[in-house]
Structures are given as structure tokens and as C-alpha cells.
């Protein structure tokens, strides 16, 4: 996993938390539950949620942080294109038992489709 994550492309704030807590749209599969929301940003802006509840051990929170930040800095210039955005993703318990490569897929197809998403809406106001 290379690269970098600069801070500004993460939500940093619990305000910044609570907006995208407040009207998400949400997308979410076996494995994560994704929150997003328009922002008066350019760029697309990521947050974690990884609770203990998902893994008591940190080793295992960590990994799944790892795993979501490598995924999103992938994609992270196909979510803007459509303007700002800030994400949330919560992933269920069940993720600290799959293995990075599903975890990679299951993210992947959740990404696709909030850029679907993205399109069809900026289609409709175009």
C-alpha cells in the first residue's frame, strides 16, 4: 500500500462527521456501509468508523482502516469528479474476517456505484 493521504482528504472534525451523519445516501453491501454526501469542497473527503464492536483486537481495526484509505486513494479522483464529497465508511463485523482481497472487491463495487450515482444525478441537472 503506497501513497499518501493528505488532511485534506479527510474529514477531521466531528461537525464534519455530523454533516454527512445528518442526509446520507448510503450504499452498502455484506461488508461495509457507506455514508456520503455533497460538500462545498472539490475534492472528495474520507472519515472512518471502526469500532470495537467490529474487532476487539486494534490489530484488526487498523488492518481494516489500512485496507479502506488504500481503496478510497484509488478512486479518490473518480468520486470528485463530480464535485466535492465527503464519505463515511462503517464496515460490519463480519469484515475483520474476509480476507484484503474481498475486502478490495466489496469496496470497489461500492465505489462504482456512488460515482453511478454521481453521474446519473449531475446527467438529470445537466
Not at 9 to 24: C, D, I, K, M
Not at 34 to 62: H, M, T
Not at 108 to 113: I, M, T, V
Amino acid at each position: 500500500m503506497t501513497g499518501t493521504f493528505p488532511k485534506s482528504s479527510r474529514l477531521v472534525n466531528g461537525a464534519q462527521y455530523s454533516r454527512v451523519f445528518e442526509r446520507p445516501r448510503v450504499y452498502q453491501d455484506r461488508c461495509f456501509r457507506i455514508l456520503a454526501r455533497s460538500s462545498d469542497g472539490e475534492d472528495a473527503r474520507l472519515g472512518l468508523a471502526v469500532s470495537k464492536k467490529v474487532s476487539r483486537e486494534a490489530v484488526g481495526r487498523n488492518r481494516l482502516k489500512r485496507v479502506i484509505r488504500e481503496s478510497f486513494r484509488q478512486r479518490r479522483h473518480d468520486l470528485a469528479d463530480f464535485g466535492g464529497i465527503d464519505i463515511v465508511v462503517l464496515p460490519a463485523r463480519r469484515a475483520a474476517t474476509i480476507c484484503n482481497r474481498e475486502l478490495f472487491e466489496s469496496l470497489a463495487g461500492l465505489w462504482q456505484r456512488l460515482i453511478d450515482s454521481g453521474r446519473r444525478t449531475a446527467r438529470d441537472q445537466g
